[in-house]
């Protein structure tokens, strides 16, 4: 029989939340966290804007919950706000602790350099350059592979999360309980169990769902699709923010053009030179993203054109070298394009999951020993849509507080329980890879033409219908076939996407990141989480 690899804690995916979890839980019992891909490629790794926080004695918590609240247009929920702001100081503090720099003020060196950002009534971003997720990712990775009781397992994806279906034995009183998960070793091709007293969710988004996103090829949604299997409470999927100004390359891998760059005086104009954000909103280029990439779209379809542009030229060049290295250094060697002296072309991209799996303000899910923690969850912080820089934040605050309730909990007995290994009998299909890159590139295209920044009911009745039918071929696929990264991919992806659709034509109102072309108005019937 096929060994059961056991720990306390399983962490799925080693981005911000999980390896912030890892290193909370790493004293009291033995952790194994899986990535799917390499241990440092993750959302968190290309996050570039920073970190919100109140650490400036003239900002205060009152300021940041309601721009927070604002942002999330009346679905934010007020407790989970008030403890990710109120709780936010002492997570940056220990970052400074645990290695992690963010830039000082030149003139001051003993202050943060504070940004501001979209929907931010002041300067409260703290920042590295604009490589914060980087020095994160890094700093946090390296103390996890230090300490002794954290190991961690690259290339291994999770498939499924171990329940009370899979598993043999006389279990007391087993019902809804995760006992782990089966994950495939992608370098041998094989699927070993997992199985663990905890099992956390922290494989971040699913934005890579749409033919336009920012993220990288790992935010295929997986966390979210083996929890939606496994029956747990999901909410909010309708909600996907779209962030306003990705690199327009066509072809190429998508790259952000940070908000920063907006707080900094950026100005959006059109293929003409003229600015246009004050015509859409009184705030302009500092409205809220939802807004910002609704005006950009509206503005692309006026025109007829691909993309509009970020301006850049008229700031002190020095200035925007230094404070921006990793965008101008990308632009010049990629475009052959220097942003101090041309503007940037940019295009709006889907860029952040604001639902997710439902948990407590701990962290645990709708089912027992399962908890979630970073993009992947809703803890009802963002609402309707997600204020700049809260997501950093939100992972390190509730993973923090999902690791000091586990430690304070007695773990239960359900009995004798017995994993069984992996069962692959009866597969017989060969790898198809035709038909995987051809399902994969329609469900992306579905998503963007019918579930994008403007969707209508008719979109969406015409989504369902193809997603519905791309779903089922991929499950009966799956079934007979053997098991790659690919096709579990494609899996996730499939069901993420229905799970939006689903939870789009449930809302028949426009709200935070939802706009309905039909329904442009917002309704007190919809405030509400849609949960699924
Ligand atoms: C370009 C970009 C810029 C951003 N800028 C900012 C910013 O400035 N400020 C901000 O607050 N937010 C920003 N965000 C959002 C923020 O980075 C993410 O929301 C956050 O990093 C998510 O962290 P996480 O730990 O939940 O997930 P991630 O960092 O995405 O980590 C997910 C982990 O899960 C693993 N994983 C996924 N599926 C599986 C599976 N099936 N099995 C095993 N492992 C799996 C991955 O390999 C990875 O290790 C940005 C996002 C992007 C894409």
């Known amino acids: 029989m096929d060994q059961i690899i056991s720990s306390d804690y399983l962490v799925v995916g080693g981005g911000i939340a999980g390896l912030t979890f890892a290193l909370k839980v790493a004293d009291y019992g033995k952790v194994h966290v899986v990535t799917k891909d390499l241990q440092v490629e993750s959302n968190t790794f290309y996050a570039q804007g920073g ?27 007020r407790d989970a706000v008030e403890v990710l702001v109120k709780e936010g100081p002492d997570r940056i503090y220990e970052l400074l602790e645990w290695g992690v720099n963010f830039n000082r003020r030149a003139d001051k060196p003993g202050e943060f350099d504070l940004a501001r950002e979209g929907g931010h009534s002041r300067h409260r971003i703290l920042h590295a350059h604009d490589l914060t997720g980087a020095e994160l990712q890094q700093a946090l990775l390296q ?58 969710l922290s494989t971040g988004g699913a934005s890579k769902v749409y033919q336009h996103s920012t993220n990288p090829d790992i935010a295929t949604g997986d966390g979210l699709a083996m929890a939606y299997r496994a029956g747990v409470r999901i909410a909010n999927m309708e909600f996907i923010q779209f962030h306003p100004t990705s690199l327009y390359q066509p072809g190429k891998r998508s790259f952000l053009i940070s908000e920063a760059l907006r707080g900094h005086g950026g100005n959006l104009i059109n293929s003409e030179g003229k600015r246009f954000m004050p015509e859409y909103d009184p705030r302009a280029e500092l409205a809220p993203r939802d807004i910002v990439a609704r005006s950009i779209d509206a503005e692309m379809k006026k025109r007829r054109e691909e993309c509009v542009y970020l301006d850049m030229t008229h700031l002190p060049a020095l200035e925007i070298k230094e404070r921006y290295p990793n965008i101008y250094n990308y632009c010049l060697h990629n475009l052959n394009l220097d942003i101090t002296l041309k503007p940037i072309p940019v295009v709006p991209a889907a860029h952040y999951s604001c639902g997710g799996v439902m948990t407590s303000l701990n962290g645990q899910t709708s089912m027992q020993n399962l908890f979630a923690c970073g993009e992947v969850a809703h803890t009802g912080v963002h609402g309707a849509n997600r204020l700049a820089s809260n997501s950093l934040l939100e992972g390190l605050v509730f993973s923090h507080r999902a690791a000091m309730k586990i430690i304070s909990k007695v773990p239960r007995n359900f009995g004798n329980v017995i994993i069984p290994p992996w069962d692959d009998s009866g597969v017989q299909n060969e790898y198809e890879w035709r038909l995987i890159k051809h399902n994969y590139k329609e469900i992306r ?35 007979k076939s053997v098991i790659t990264r690919e096709l579990l991919e494609l899996r996730n992806l499939s069901a993420t996407a229905l799970m939006i659709v689903k939870a789009a034509l449930r809302r028949n109102e426009s709200r935070g990141t939802h706009f309905m072309a039909d329904y442009p108005e917002s309704s007190d019937k919809f405030l509400k989480d849609t949960i699924i």
């Not at 970190?51 to 679905?75: N, Q, R, Y």
């Not at 230090?146 to 007391?172: D, R, S, Y």
């Not at 295209?445 to 579930?451: E, G, H, K, L």
């Open 143 to 200: 103390k996890a592979l230090n300490h002794p009781n954290i190991k961690i397992f690259e290339k291994h994806m999770a498939v499924e999360l171990i329940t009370e279906h899979h598993v043999l034995g006389n279990l007391q009183a087993a019902f809804n309980i995760c006992f782990g998960a089966y994950v495939l070793d992608e370098l041998i091709g094989k699927v070993k169990a997992f199985s663990a007293s905890y099992t956390i």
């Open 51 to 77: 970190i919100a926080s109140v650490v400036d004695p003239e900002d205060s918590f009152d300021k940041h919950i309601d721009d927070t609240m604002i942002a999330g247009a009346g679905l934010c929920h």
């Open 445 to 479: 295209s579905i998503m963007w033409d019918y579930v994008g920044i403007v969707r209508s009911t008719q979109q969406l009745d015409r989504a369902i219908r193809r997603i519905s039918l791309i779903f089922d071929e991929v499950e009966n696929y799956y079934r």
